[in-house]
């Protein structure tokens, strides 16, 4: 045995473990205590910068010393000299680098990191994006070096090319890289509008005359030439892995989204009522001055609400009119609204014998629907559509491909390719299952849409979309003017409280879905008629709402849980005293 090392038993090397953790532990704690003892007392001194960074070199994750490690900073900055303090946060940032080492993801790090930059008397920029070139190297989904990298391109102004070029490296390296991607797409518009330029190579300096693009210089649109080089970076990244969403998600966001001009999109004035209906295209907050209402040129003082006493936001406002105001048939009246925060305006003429009038642009002349995936030309997006459709007969169930093809689809004609849309639609609830609601209010928004252009082309007032397996309602602010709603056979479950917004609704039919909430059933004034036959109506708290709509006359419940109940007939009548033709 003489010579032999003896060999230690786990219970023996785990003791020893515990006596020094608890040695380790008891020179940390008392460490600590020094620091929160010295800044009870205010003291900032150099003792107490090499205490926290004997801490925090250890546990950099300690964001009250880092806090008092700048108090003590901003102490010294005041009793030093400015190449003094230069070289404290010279030492400071290579201290933070290698508590970076320790944990490269962590928060009071790279905090702290980015707060010196801002308090060096002469920063080195080139420095800090060498760190995080290093850094993304090791891991290029580390969002506190992306972070910070943006932060130290906007401060030293690195052209826009350039960091191009820096996601060109990470993605060529790694097509699955969701910051680069993202990145880009920060760039992108950043661009100038003319077509670009090649790279300049690293010697080449700009003139001085035109400074480089950088990303503190307002965004414009993506140029065309631009755009045809993304796609086709795009295609080669989804071509190589058709599975990888990264990519995918890239090629949704550089299709586009055109910006919808924000106006007023309707005026509706009515003599019976005696009010002003006023149609935004988007929801906004009527403000005291934010509107103005002029009526035959002249200013009016006059309270905005909401269609709905949930929405402090919404599309629609309305105004009431002094009694009188314009209830003679026999004069004729201008209307004029004001949306001040966007020097917009509208004018509505209400003739003589008219009982109501209205202005407004129409979703055909706007192309609001196919505006969401907008590109310079269509011959474009027809290429695109091919590229997409080859890529199907290689992968038919890649369910990225598939919704690509329906969005390039219903920003071609969305009328023209209704019929593969929905067959598309069922293919991808076919074979991504756990999605398969999403793609459902999805195929739902579109036929919405569609239905509004075939409303509008037919120039009626009648919104019919019955028997469509719809699962949700939108686009309702582009209803203002329905009178007539047939939502039957559908897979409703409720009507939303924006179904507020059919301020001119006078027939509901939504019979044979499984509605259980008519919250959004709420001050239609001239609802006369509501059938709700074959629902889940399952309590007389559930019809509250419609007490709130004073022409309802005729309303239909056979085939509700409701209709069930004793006396119910009775409670309604007290419930709903307008109405007089009730089905049970």
Not at 150 to 157: P, T
Not at 251 to 274: D, F, K, N, P
Not at 478 to 483: S, W
Request: hydrophobic share 35%; aromatic share 8%.
């Amino acid at each position: 045995m003489h010579g032999r090392l003896k060999v230690k038993s786990t219970a023996q090397q785990e003791e020893e473990k515990r006596k020094d953790r608890e040695k380790k532990l008891k020179i940390y704690v008392a460490a600590r205590d020094a620091c929160f003892s010295k800044r009870k007392e205010g003291i900032w001194d150099e003792e107490a910068l090499q205490i926290t960074q004997q801490l925090l070199s250890s546990n950099p994750d300690f964001g009250t010393l880092w806090n008092y490690r700048r108090e003590i900073l901003m102490h010294l900055e005041t009793v030093k000299d400015e190449d003094e303090v230069q070289k404290i946060y010279e030492a400071e940032l290579s201290f933070l680098e290698s508590c970076l080492k320790v944990n490269p993801k962590s928060y009071g790090s790279w905090h702290h990191r980015g707060w010196v930059c801002t308090r060096l008397p002469r920063p080195d920029w080139a420095r800090e994006l060498g760190l995080c070139d290093r850094c993304l190297s090791l891991d290029d989904r580390n969002f506190h070096c992306w972070d910070h990298r943006r932060v130290v391109v906007k401060k030293s102004a690195v052209p826009v090319d350039r960091e191009l070029a820096f996601t060109d490296r990470l993605i060529g390296s790694n097509f699955s890289n969701y910051s680069s991607w993202h990145y880009r797409s920060t760039l992108l518009p950043l661009l100038p509008p003319e077509s670009p330029e090649p790279l300049p190579s690293p010697r080449r300096q700009p003139p001085r005359s035109s400074p480089p693009a950088s990303p503190q210089n307002r965004s414009h649109r993506v140029c065309e030439e631009q755009l045809l080089k993304e796609y086709e970076l795009v295609q080669n990244a989804f071509f190589t892995d058709p599975n990888d969403q990264s990519a995918w998600f890239y090629y949704r966001w550089l299709l586009g989204r055109a910006e919808r001009e924000e106006t007023i999109s309707c005026v509706l004035v009515s003599r019976e009522q005696e009010t002003v209906t006023v149609a935004f295209s988007r929801p906004v907050k009527a403000q005291p001055g934010g509107v103005m209402l002029l009526l035959d040129g002249q200013p009016q003082r006059v309270q905005w609400r909401s269609v709905h006493p949930r929405f402090k936001h919404s599309p629609v406002w309305i105004c009431d009119l002094p009694p009188g105001t314009i209830s003679d048939v026999t004069n004729e009246h201008n209307v004029t609204v004001h949306w001040m925060e966007r020097h917009a305006h509208r004018d509505c003429a209400l003739y003589t014998g008219r009982t109501e009038s209205w202005c407004r642009d129409s979703a055909t002349d706007q192309e609001l629907f196919r505006s969401e995936l907008s590109v310079e030309k269509t011959s474009v997006l027809q290429s695109e559509l091919q590229s997409c459709k080859q890529l199907q007969e290689l992968e038919p169930l890649n369910k990225w491909c598939l919704l690509t093809i329906i969005l390039l689809m219903r920003a071609l004609d969305p009328l023209g390719y209704e019929t593969e849309t929905l067959a598309h639609f069922q293919t991808l609830r076919e074979v991504d299952l756990m999605r398969s609601a999403y793609y459902s209010d999805l195929c739902s928004k579109f036929m919405m849409e569609n239905t509004v252009l075939k409303m509008e082309y037919a120039e009626v007032r009648v919104f019919s979309i019955s028997d469509k397996e719809l699962t949700t309602l939108c686009h309702l602010d582009q209803l203002l003017l329905v009178t007539h709603i047939n939502l039957s056979s559908n897979q409703l479950q409720r009507l939303p409280p924006h179904f507020s917004l059919l301020q001119c609704l006078e027939v509901l039919e939504a019979e044979d879905n499984v509605i259980e909430d008519l919250e959004g059933v709420f001050h239609l004034p001239r609802l006369e008629e509501v059938l709700l036959k074959n629902n889940r109506i399952s309590t007389l708290a559930d019809l509250r709402p419609l007490a709130s709509c004073p022409k309802l006359k005729r309303l239909d419940l056979r085939g509700n849980p409701v209709s069930g109940l004793e006396r119910v007939e009775a409670a309604l009548a007290e419930l709903l005293p307008s109405v007089v033709d009730l089905l049970l």
